[in-house]
């Protein structure tokens, strides 16, 4: 009789469980077309409708008051670094907050929390295998979404017969390390509420409602109440919004909603890392130590 | 070994000692001694309610107990030591709906470090191979326990831990169940089965634990379980017949069943292979033998004894079943 396999170390365990999550991950339809929403809102609002605007001379709500060249300078591969992380920390984030909370929240409705934690590594090395996992998804994202602005810019500056100037590679590398922060966040947030709510759906709408309408509330109110103001500061949204704004050399005036200038760089890098940490250990921490039914 | 014996550490792959788990000052499952022996098929039986589920998934890691303690294949409960050595579908079988059948095992292949073959394996032994392309969530009920059972037996692991296995099957489909169950068994799995059907356990389990309201009421073998048979000889007259069978038997063992007053029988406790000597004895006595039957108890009546459960009539039955 049996084949049963030999007992996993820790780290095996940790790498089968990113096996199958990114396996079952990458089959799955929700994670498909949260990835194309994104990839549709990155191009239409960073490049399709700025340059139609340029084209047919018209302005929209984002341009107002630049200048033709100004508008066709802000889609060329020179603004690369600046438009790459421009809609993460609000939509994107948005987005990324819905994919970690299908990714966990679903586990309990299917009842496949229990199924995965019968079947040899230990449960933190399986959580951490499918935060690792969700990570990796995020982080594979990125990595079309910067290609995708690369092609649409290089193929604008084409169109429009402009010479091609890149970002310098450290203000590309400080954008990508922006954009990587604050898509991970979210979706990590998204995690840990999955993992609360024991629900996608709850958690979906908390988190959305969270990130979309209570934080800008709460900046509202901190413009006439300083310790509310204050409050805000510590929050995701504010830090990643500071994030972007800063590394990518944003200026918040002329940016997508949800980039800011509130935090310094330092305060917002640190901000979003331990938000990092915190969410996924806190994530860790409720599935280790929860009854599975 | 004599499965009635007392079996050393060796022989036990599931020990619990005073297994107690409770919610919100509820016991769902108080103070449980249960003990699952190697190579066996343990049948655990209870009402709906009576904690089998809760113990299961203690036993798994699953839900942590509030008091006493577990040993599954001589580790704790939950822990990678026990779990890549077992199987479990526990309540129900949990995979993801956008999946095919054979993706959902190659998924939990991947989770135990097992080649690609260990799947179609998987899948072959439980008659899925076919519909293994689908998507789970197009699959019947009978199908996606078929499911639950191939991946508990993916790794052809030690011990099989299954909660109802056969719920939605029909009844071709219990059939094959029960068979490879005890095929399992055979192939020298140990397998500890869930289930509320009571003829399926009589015929397939060495040993059986009754568990109610969150107490194991008793666990033993099904033919301890169901004790003695009894002789029920009608005989006449009665008084002459009565009289004999108290001689030999003892007073205790012998009573009389008026059911059917024209043939008044004679029931007496004793072992059947005493029926040739007491009938012996009667016919000497001059008693005449109208009808000599041997009557068993059957687990059904075991079981509604000790769970205090009245046994359904049978158009209850048929109401449950509309």
Redesign the interface.
């Known amino acids: 009789m049996s084949t049963t396999t030999a007992l996993p170390s820790a780290r095996y365990g940790v790498a089968r469980a990113w096996r199958a999550e990114t396996f079952r991950l990458r089959r799955w339809t929700a994670v498909w077309v949260l990835a194309a929403a994104w990839l549709l809102l990155d191009a239409l609002f960073t490049f399709v409708f700025n340059w139609v605007s340029y084209a047919s001379g018209s302005t929209n709500f984002s341009n107002q008051g630049e200048s033709k060249a100004d508008l066709l300078a802000s889609i060329l591969p020179g603004a690369l670094a600046e438009n790459l992380p421009q809609g993460m920390p609000l939509f994107g984030g948005a987005l990324m907050m819905v994919l970690g909370a299908i990714i966990a929240g679903n586990g309990y409705g299917w009842g496949t929390w229990k199924t995965v934690f019968t079947q040899g590594p230990s449960r933190t090395s399986t959580v951490l295998g499918s935060i690792l996992a969700t990570m990796t998804a995020v982080l594979a994202l990125l990595v079309v979404t910067i290609a995708l602005d690369v092609a649409f810019s290089l193929v604008i500056a084409g169109a429009e017969s402009q010479s091609v100037h890149l970002p310098t590679a450290a203000a590309m590398g400080k954008s990508i390390l922006a954009a990587l922060m604050v898509m991970e966040m979210w979706a990590l947030a998204g995690y840990l509420l999955g993992t609360v709510a024991r629900n996608p759906a709850v958690s979906i709408g908390l988190g959305l409602v969270w990130n979309m309408v209570i934080e800008n509330l709460l900046r509202g109110v901190g413009n006439s109440l300083h310790a509310v103001a204050v409050l805000t500061h510590f929050l995701p949204g504010t830090s990643a919004g500071s994030l972007v704004g800063r590394l990518a050399g944003i200026d918040p005036v002329n940016a997508t909603p949800g980039v800011f200038d509130t935090l310094g760089t330092a305060r917002a890098v640190v901000t979003v890392a331990i938000y990092l940490a915190a969410f996924p250990v806190l994530a860790g921490w409720v599935l280790r130590r929860r009854d599975v039914a | 070994m004599d499965l009635t014996d007392e079996p050393d550490d060796t022989e036990v792959v599931v020990r619990t000692d005073a297994l107690t788990k409770t919610y919100a000052g509820r016991r769902a499952v108080d103070a449980v001694d249960l003990t699952v022996r190697r190579g066996e098929i343990y049948g655990f039986l209870g009402p709906n309610g009576a904690g089998k589920t809760t113990t299961l998934?203690m036993l798994?890691?699953?839900?942590?107990p509030t008091g006493g303690s577990a040993r599954v294949l001589g580790g704790h409960p939950?822990?990678?030591?026990v779990?890549?050595?077992?199987?479990?579908l526990?309540?129900?079988?949990?995979?993801?709906?956008?999946?095919s059948g054979r993706?959902n095992l190659?998924?939990?292949a991947?989770?135990?470090?097992?080649p690609h073959s260990?799947v179609a394996d998987a899948l072959a032994r439980v008659g899925l191979t076919d519909r293994a392309g689908d998507k789970f969530r197009s699959y019947s009920l009978g199908m996606k326990q078929r499911l639950g059972v191939a991946?508990a037996l993916l790794?052809?692991?030690?011990l099989i831990v299954l909660d109802e296995p056969t719920n939605g099957l029909d009844p071709a489909g219990m059939a094959d169940m029960r068979a490879l169950v005890v095929a399992l068994a055979r192939?020298?799995?140990t397998i500890l089965l869930s289930s509320h059907l009571l003829a399926e356990v009589e015929e397939i389990c060495d040993r059986v634990g009754i568990i109610a309201g969150g107490r194991l009421r008793a666990e033993s073998t099904v033919a301890e379980l169901r004790g003695t048979s009894r002789l029920r000889i009608v005989a006449t007259p009665t008084e002459r017949a009565v009289a004999t069978a108290q001689r030999l038997a003892g007073r205790a063992a012998v009573d009389v069943d008026l059911g059917d007053p024209a043939a008044p029988a004679v029931r007496i406790d004793v072992p059947a292979e005493r029926t040739p000597e007491l009938v012996a004895a009667l016919v000497a006595d001059g008693a005449a033998i109208h009808d000599v039957r041997r009557t068993e108890r059957t687990l059904a009546e075991v079981f509604f004894e000790m769970t205090g459960s009245a046994e359904p009539e049978p158009t209850d039955l048929l109401e449950a079943a509309r």
Do not use: S
């Open positions: 998934r798994l890691g699953l839900v942590r939950g822990t990678p030591e779990t890549h050595r077992l199987g479990a526990i309540e129900g079988p949990g995979f993801y709906p956008y999946l993706a190659e998924t939990l991947r989770y135990r470090g097992l260990a991946a790794g052809d692991p030690e192939d020298g799995h």
